[in-house]
């Protein structure tokens, strides 16, 4: 099965400053790669995705990253703010099943 | 959330008791999946259903059990089969189950067992 892993566990930002989480996976025959952001007592809210014909994907201050031949993706976030702190998943699908980083634990210091 | 429900937020359970989870959509979706959360850990998958009066075990199914009546609904019991049940319980959907289908999550049910 597939085998999602996720780095920093923990990441601590000045604001204004970039973020950088990062997966690897190691399924091959997975193509689709979302993010999710988790608030304290909330579930999981999707913020951005790739599929796997794509190399790169922006949406405002967030972009996620590609690299199918060493079958790893990236969430990069710009100019951090105080509401980007939270809990950020990565996750790969293969077949029906999302399977989940162990999560990364964002806190952006003002 | 995006049209999905959960109740209770919060739960609490005497051992030894079964106890219901409830998770209603109305995205017409036809997937609709259940996942466990523990803390410093990723989600991990108990059942899924791909449509009504259908569902599969995911990778945890021991000691939890579903059903899928209508297309709308999902409830999963906790049975006092579940050795460690205390945890946050997270109902998801999705068009269908195919590779590219994004999911969509409900706000969670944490179940304390007392």
């Known amino acids: 099965g597939e085998n999602v892993e996720q780095h920093p566990s923990t990441l601590s930002v000045q604001e204004g400053d970039s973020a950088v989480i990062k997966c690897t996976y190691s399924?091959?025959?997975?193509?689709?790669f979302p993010w999710y952001k988790q608030e304290l007592g909330k579930g999981p809210q999707l913020i951005i995705d790739i599929r796997s014909n794509v190399g790169e994907k922006k949406d405002q201050r967030i972009a996620v990253t590609l690299n199918k031949t060493a079958k790893h993706f990236s969430l990069h976030i710009t100019e951090t703010q105080p509401e980007d702190s939270a809990v950020y998943f990565c996750?790969?699908?293969?077949?029906?099943?999302?399977?989940f980083g162990a999560g990364t634990t964002v806190t952006v210091r003002a | 959330d995006g049209g999905i429900t959960q109740s209770p937020k919060y739960l609490f359970r005497k051992e030894g008791q079964n106890v219901t989870l409830s998770c209603e959509q109305n995205l017409n979706h036809d997937a609709m999946y259940w996942y466990r959360q523990d803390p410093g850990q990723g989600l991990r998958l108990i059942y899924y259903s791909q449509i009504v009066n259908d569902f599969q075990k995911g990778d945890i199914a021991e000691g939890y059990s579903v059903s899928r009546e209508k297309k709308e609904s999902f409830p999963l019991t906790v049975t006092s089969a579940q050795k460690n049940p205390t945890a946050f319980y997270l109902c998801?959907?999705?068009?269908?189950?195919?590779?590219?289908?994004?999911?969509?999550f409900g706000p969670g049910t944490r179940l304390t067992v007392l």
């Open positions: 998801a959907s999705s068009m269908g189950t195919g590779r590219t289908d994004e999911q969509f």
């Open positions: 399924d091959s025959a997975s193509n689709y």
């Open positions: 996750a790969a699908k293969d077949d029906y099943k999302l399977s």
